[in-house]
T-cell receptor, first 113, second 112 residues
Framework: EAQVTQNPRYLITVTGKKLTVTCSQN?????MSWYRQDPGLGLRQIYY???????DKGDVPEGYKVSRKEKRNFPLILESPSPNQTSLYFC????????????FGPGTRLTVT | EDQVTQSPEALRLQEGESSSLNCSYT??????LFWYRQDPGKGPEFLFT???AGEEKEKERLKATLTKKESFLHITAPKPEDSATYLC?????????????FGQGTTLQVKP
């Protein structure tokens, strides 16, 4: 089944404790992206990747890191999480960056206390 | 500034009562307009892509249309299982971010 998977689905952590949210897709998509969803603010792009070893900032990159060492994986790293990073996070992938629909993962609900 | 506005914010319908959701957009050079369905606590599920004014797409009880300034998602004879938040997004050509600019969504509730 074609899908985007994320782990963990739920995470409660404390301020400053490094964490990684994994994202994997099995559709051989070149483009991958991370979004966060907050009430009243909608979905906002954090980082994106056009292909292996090619990543760039989206609209809200502060406090996040990403890497793209393999085509299928695009982990999101929070080196020192803070409470304002409490949010619902989605990974998405698509064939390319222009005009292609993006397929979203199931989401990771992160709470930072 | 590229912007997407959806209306209404919330819509309550009786089962079988048809209606339309609106998505107004301002973007410099549209690469695509996308409709998604999102159930609570889940990821957006892709429904349609529209690329040019006049284009229409259908899937079961849903039909999406596009003009130069807005898109409509028509729901014909909805059922309770159509209850969800419907998101509209555009992809703008500025830069190569592939970023989707989302509206705030319309939360649809269909009562039996």
């Amino acid at each position: 089944e074609a899908q985007v998977t994320q782990n963990p689905r739920y995470l409660i952590t404390v301020t400053g404790k490094k964490l990684t949210v994994t994202c994997s897709q099995n559709m051989n998509h070149e483009y991958m992206s991370w979004y966060r969803q907050d009430p009243g603010l909608g979905l906002r792009q954090i980082y994106y990747s056009m292909n292996v070893e090619v990543t760039d900032k989206g609209d809200v990159p502060e406090g996040y890191k990403v890497s793209r060492k393999e085509k299928r994986n695009f982990p999101l790293i929070l080196e020192s999480p803070s409470p304002n990073q409490t949010s619902l996070y989605f990974c998405a992938s698509s064939l390319g960056d222009r005009g292609y629909e993006q397929y979203f993962g199931p989401g990771t609900r992160l709470t930072v206390t | 500034e590229d912007q997407v506005t959806q209306s209404p914010e919330a819509l309550r319908l009786q089962e079988g009562e048809s209606s339309s959701l609106n998505c107004s957009y301002t973007v410099s050079g549209l690469r695509g307009l996308f409709w998604y369905r999102q159930d609570p606590g889940k990821g957006p599920e892709f429904l349609f892509t529209l690329y040019s004014a006049g284009e229409e797409k259908e899937k079961e009880r849903l039909k999406a249309t596009l003009t130069k300034k807005e898109s409509f998602l028509h729901i014909t004879a909805p059922k309770p299982e159509d209850s969800a938040t419907y998101l509209c997004a555009v992809q703008a050509p500025v830069g190569n971010t592939g970023k989707l600019i989302f509206g705030q969504g319309t939360t649809l509730q269909v009562k039996p």
